[in-house]
């Protein structure tokens, strides 16, 4: 590795407003996705996913974009400024191919970011020259055996006879490892149990010696068919020096401040399959005849579509806001991060699921409209359990809720997010990778927001009445959940517990909503908010009521609108090929 000494690293500077011209140009590169004789349109990317296959032309149309640019902090030559229009550019690749989204960048995304939260210079540089160069990296966390529980893993790094650190053991249903030139591998490096057993490493895999590595046959999926989840199996393997990310031991650390970053992008990529989805589903009902008219006019599928979208802008809405908390509170990000991965996969599923039905019978047939949906609904699959799992996510807040309820909401001095968390045209502060913490320290500055938005709206404000209702919700929490006794907060908690970490989710999501109507940012009727905190209280089982007609028929003619404008389904409302 690169001595720390010979880089001359700047510092990172206040970011800009959002970059809508990178989505914008990514899309005009993929072209209309209906051209049958498109390389990259949606027969290209069926046929691709039939024969298990990445893009071929796809990948090539984003290495010559130089996405990977994205992906590296600015001031390591990159583009990464912000990570909501890292979203953004991730989230038109994840509209055109989900499986390019995450086989392509989304892989050595999740890789890189241990690198720049606690790589040293040389070790930063390193990387990002590689990246900058095309090349790919995968993350190798995942060992079958012991599925998200980091500290059991059993691939072990520990010195040999000469001194040198020596690999020993596999990890399974790893992403591009095959294709990767560069692997972020954790391992246990100290035989003795702990937080502090377990260590990343930087490898160059064209550096490892070729007979004490042995790739593992591919694993097969029903979903995400063109991304190749390999294996990898080490004996005795050498590793360089100064291989070791960050301190000796500090591996779990790194992955809990990391997954900060992974938990909140890749959920927000993902909303771009959501997209795809409810644009194939809509333009399915359409040509539709039924009882004489059109599927998309019956009085079901007006409400099937109209929620669905809904929750597309919950879901962005929430992730969005997140994504700038990283910003304005990184040492908070780790609770909203956990709460956006637990929260959002799920309903990108449900959604996906719902839309299929809108099909019928025909979503069995292999014709028309249903070969792409049928692609979708496996690919959105992997989101709930691929990185993190929903019940991994809900147990990293778990600790932490107890003294949120004591500290955080009950202390009426406690700061709330800064406004620009909730403007998406506003600039932020530089991204702070260093920032990023593995503890909030019982603080809660999005749940602060509700508080403080609330009451100083008008009382004749369309949403102040929702705003009171979810603070009283908070209220009610905070009683519930400040007496958890630490036998109910660990791995074993009875499901009560978990459920009061649902209901923090809900409360940070409906804070995320209002806030962001609130800030002035969004344009449009108050039914667009109301029509969100109504399928928000439906995904937490406080009711199982339809969206009501004065919240439904204005965000349905929005839907139609964009539609027929071919605009994006999401918050950007940005011009789309898909």
């Known amino acids: 590795m690169t001595s720390a000494s010979t880089v001359r690293e700047p510092g990172p500077r206040p970011t800009a407003a959002p ?24 027969a290209a990317v069926l046929a691709a996913d039939d024969r298990a296959e990445m893009l071929g032309a796809g990948e090539e149309l984003l290495t010559a974009h130089g996405l990977n640019a994205h992906f590296v902090p600015v001031e390591l030559g990159g583009r990464l400024a912000r990570l909501d229009d890292l979203v953004r550019v991730m989230r038109a690749v994840y509209r055109r191919d989900p499986c390019l989204g995450l086989g392509y960048g989304a892989g050595s995304f999740m890789a890189a970011v241990n690198v720049w939260t606690a790589g040293d210079a040389g070790q930063r540089a390193v990387l990002a020259r590689r990246l900058l160069a095309g090349g790919r990296a995968a993350c190798a966390y995942h060992e079958l055996d012991h599925g998200n529980d980091l500290t059991r ?19 399974e249903v790893v992403a591009n490892l095959r294709r990767a030139g560069t692997v972020v591998l954790f391992a246990r490096t100290d035989p003795a149990q702990g937080s502090r057993s377990h260590s990343q490493l930087l490898l160059d895999a064209g550096e490892l010696p070729a007979g004490t590595v042995r ?7 029903v979903g995400m068919r063109g991304v190749q989840l390999g294996g990898i199996e080490f004996t005795d393997c050498p590793v360089p020096d100064g291989s070791v990310v960050g301190r000796p031991g500090q591996g779990v650390e790194t992955a809990l401040r990391s997954f900060q970053l992974t938990r909140i992008a890749l959920p927000g990529m993902t909303i771009g399959l959501l997209d795809t989805a409810l644009r194939t589903a809509l333009r399915g009902a359409r040509g539709r005849t039924l009882y004489g008219g059109s599927a998309a006019d019956l009085p079901l599928s007006r409400s099937l579509l109209t929620e669905v979208f809904a929750d597309l802008l919950l879901a962005d809405t929430f992730t969005m806001t997140a994504a700038r908390a990283v910003h304005t509170a990184p040492a908070r990000a780790g609770v ?17 699921s719902r839309l299929s039905e809108l099909l019928g019978s025909q979503f069995y047939l292999r014709a028309g ?21 929903r ?10 809720l107890p003294l949120t309820a004591r500290r955080g909401w009950r202390d009426a001095t406690a ?20 920032g990023l913490a593995v503890s909030a320290g019982g603080r809660d500055p999005l749940a602060r927001s509700l508080l403080t938005a609330t009451e100083a709206a008008d009382a004749d404000d369309p949403l102040t009445a929702s705003g009171r209702a979810w603070c009283a919700e908070l209220t009610a929490l905070t009683e519930d959940a400040a007496g958890l006794s630490p036998a109910l907060i660990g791995p074993d908690a009875p499901p009560y517990a978990f459920g009061l970490t649902t209901r923090w989710t809900g409360v940070l999501a409906a804070s995320a909503c209002l806030n962001t109507w609130w800030s002035g940012t969004t344009d449009g009727d108050p039914a667009v908010p109301l029509a969100l905190l109504h399928r928000l209280g439906a995904h937490l089982d406080h009711h199982r009521d339809p969206l009501p007609g004065d919240l439904a028929e204005p965000l349905h003619a929005e839907l139609l609108r964009r539609f027929d404008a071919g605009l994006t389904f999401d918050l950007d409302r940005r011009p789309t090929g898909a």
């Open 391 to 400: 019940v991994s996510c809900l147990s990293a807040l778990l600790p932490q």
């Open 415 to 434: 700061d709330p997010l800064p406004a620009d968390t909730f403007d998406a045209g506003r600039p932020l502060p530089a991204l702070d990778f260093g």
């Open 215 to 221: 790739h593992l046959d591919r694993f097969a999926t």
């Open 19 to 42: 970059d809508g011209e990178a989505v914008d140009h990514l899309e005009k590169l993929f072209g209309d996705a209906g051209d049958p004789a498109g390389p990259v349109g949606r």
């Open 336 to 352: 909203y991060a956990s709460a956006v991965k637990a929260f959002v996969p799920t309903l990108l599923i449900r959604a996906v």
């Open 369 to 389: 409209e249903q070969p792409l949906f049928q692609k979708l609904l496996r690919d959105v699959q992997p989101s709930a359990f691929g990185h993190a799992s």
């Open 153 to 171: 893993a059993d691939l072990t790094a520990l010195p040999g006879p000469d001194g040198r650190l020596r690999l020993n053991g596999r990890k």
